[in-house]
């Protein structure tokens, strides 16, 4: 765990910037994020402020006199490294990934290829950019999971069990993003373990009735369930969770976020995706690995910010 302390205050981390909203299709998430991310920092002492990104963001940091900045954007233009190659530009410290780090976990199917290059497991996938890519999909075996490549929460996935509806998903998928995968449909337990410095946190297994977990499962639906403990035996969750940390820095991300993945029937586990940025809303599963680990939220929230100390 960081040694950070619980207690701080405006000396340490001097003015602060939530940077909340976006424009980005998880706006909406982002706004309830940041907006508890803002409380916890205030609460804890920190002199922070939101702010709501645009074309003059860089002018507003500087003429506000902020320090440094709490990313809490989701999605395209504040995951993706766009704003912290903004932020580098002027030397100012914020928490969380760097621009390699953001801009390939972003990045679906190069971080699978990332992970492959590393030796680590991940399912077969295939990038959807034209017709002729629908065939070698197919040939991967149905059900397949169709997801935009660049895109979080869930958003414009689906499941698909035969050709017709492979095509039909993809159509939708390529409305949010030109790029597409198609990937083999893992059947088994679902699990997502939080990253916190160089720590990986308690691992929680997700349960939901729908056919995954989907958008409305994460933000909306009380019939999903959260297992913390996630009921593995204590050496298979060891190794899981050394599996996310090695996830996290194939990819050069660094400081917080979290790893998601399936294992099998036969317990194989096969790396998902990366959230260089996660939710911090009351649904959301960092802050709820990091009260498994005894970390309260204006606690975590404060360690998070502690990641921009080592930029500036």
């Known amino acids: 765990m960081s040694s950070l302390p619980d207690q701080d205050g405006r000396d340490r981390f001097g003015k602060v910037a939530v940077l909340l909203g976006g424009q980005a299709a998880e706006r909406e998430i982002s706004l309830k994020s940041g907006n508890a991310v803002l409380a916890a920092l205030r609460e804890r002492g920190v002199d922070a402020h939101p702010l709501d990104p645009d074309a003059t963001v860089l002018e507003q940091l500087r003429a506000g006199g902020f320090t440094r900045a709490f990313i809490i954007l989701h999605g395209r233009g504040?995951?993706?490294?766009?704003?912290?190659?903004?932020?580098?530009?002027?030397?100012?410290?914020?928490?969380?990934?760097?621009?390699?780090?953001?801009?390939?976990?972003?990045?679906?199917?190069?971080?699978?290829?990332?992970?492959?290059?590393?030796?680590?497991?991940?399912?077969?996938?295939?990038?959807?950019?034209?017709?002729?890519?629908?065939?070698?999909?197919?040939?991967?075996?149905?059900?397949?999971?169709?997801?935009?490549?660049?895109?979080?929460?869930?958003?414009?996935?689906?499941?698909?069990?035969?050709?017709?509806?492979?095509?039909?998903?993809?159509?939708?998928?390529?409305?949010?993003d030109p790029l597409v995968i198609a990937e083999r449909w893992i059947d088994g337990a679902e699990y997502t373990c939080a990253i916190l410095g160089h720590e990986a946190l308690p691992i929680i297994r997700l349960e939901t009735p729908h056919a995954f977990y989907d958008y409305d499962a994460k933000y909306r639906a009380d019939s999903t369930r959260y297992r913390c403990p996630c009921g593995l035996p204590e050496g298979d969750e060891l190794r899981l969770r050394q599996l996310a940390l090695d996830a996290f820095d194939a990819v050069g991300a660094g400081g917080w976020g979290r790893v998601d993945f399936m294992v099998d029937a036969a317990g194989a586990p096969y790396l998902l995706e990366i959230n260089t940025v996660p939710g911090m809303t009351d649904h959301s599963l960092v802050p709820m690995a990091a009260r498994a680990a005894g970390l309260d939220f204006p606690t975590l929230v404060l360690r998070i910010l502690g990641t921009s100390l080592d930029r500036g």
């Not at 932020?87 to 990332?114: C, F, H, N, Q, W």
């Open 78 to 176: 504040g995951e993706d490294g766009v704003i912290q190659g903004a932020l580098e530009t002027i030397a100012m410290p914020y928490t969380g990934s760097g621009v390699l780090g953001s801009a390939l976990g972003m990045d679906k199917y190069r971080t699978k290829l990332a992970w492959a290059g590393a030796g680590l497991p991940t399912a077969d996938a295939v990038l959807l950019r034209d017709d002729a890519d629908l065939v070698a999909a197919a040939a991967l075996g149905f059900p397949l999971m169709i997801k935009p490549a660049h895109e979080g929460s869930s958003i414009g996935m689906a499941r698909v069990e035969d050709p017709a509806a492979l095509a039909a998903a993809w159509q939708v998928a390529r409305e949010y």
